[in-house]
């Protein structure tokens, strides 16, 4: 894996990571709804969900969107000499726009908004990430979100 230095992370805003595909399978859906109590049928129950106009199980969106440091780590990004940690801050913003049918593969595309130093070893790092679904034209979701390297 390469390594690079803060300000080498800097000079890259604007560049942008495509991840390989991975599928969302029914067994990635149901664990989510266990983890997280939503059991609503659209997710869980293949036999109700072909009646809706999803024509089927759809993954929770906030199953998609916990998929993105999973699919960053496979763009290949750098790893940052010295860095303690990153821990999420939030987003500016997230949107939902196509449903995730359960057996389709989706990829993610992410690139660098921002790479700041906040204060003196905590680097803000903003991106966009947008969740691509295979073979559809609009993507699942849309994310601006910010993370926090400790340096």
Same mark, same amino acid.
């Given at each position: ?13 604007g ?5 390989d595909?991975?599928?969302?399978t029914?067994?990635?859906?149901? /664990?989510? &709804?266990?983890? =997280? $109590?939503?059991h ?10 072909? !009646?809706t106009p999803?024509?089927?199980t759809i993954?929770?969106?906030?199953l998609?969107l916990?998929?993105?440091? /999973?699919? &960053?780590a496979? =763009? $290949?990004?750098?790893a ?9 801050? !939030?987003?500016?913003?997230v ?24 204060q ?9 990430y ?5 073979g559809?034209?609009?993507p699942?979701?849309?994310a601006e979100?910010?993370?926090l390297?400790?340096?």
């Amino acid at each position: 894996m390469e390594t690079i230095t803060v300000q080498e992370m800097a000079a890259r805003v604007g560049t942008e990571r495509v991840s390989d595909w991975v599928e969302v399978t029914q067994a990635m859906i149901d /664990m989510f &709804a266990g983890a =997280t $109590g939503d059991h609503q049928f659209i997710h869980v129950d293949p036999e109700r969900a072909a !009646g809706t106009p999803f024509g089927g199980t759809i993954a929770h969106g906030f199953l998609s969107l916990s998929l993105m440091p /999973m699919l &960053a780590a496979r =763009t $290949g990004a750098p790893a940052i000499a010295g860095a303690r940690m990153g821990v999420n801050y !939030g987003g500016n913003r997230v949107r939902f726009l196509t449903p995730v049918r359960s057996g389709r593969r989706v990829r993610g595309r992410f690139t660098l908004l921002k790479f700041v130093e906040r204060q003196p070893g905590v680097w803000e790092h903003v991106q966009q990430y947008i969740l691509e679904i295979e073979g559809e034209e609009k993507p699942a979701l849309i994310a601006e979100w910010i993370a926090l390297i400790y340096v």
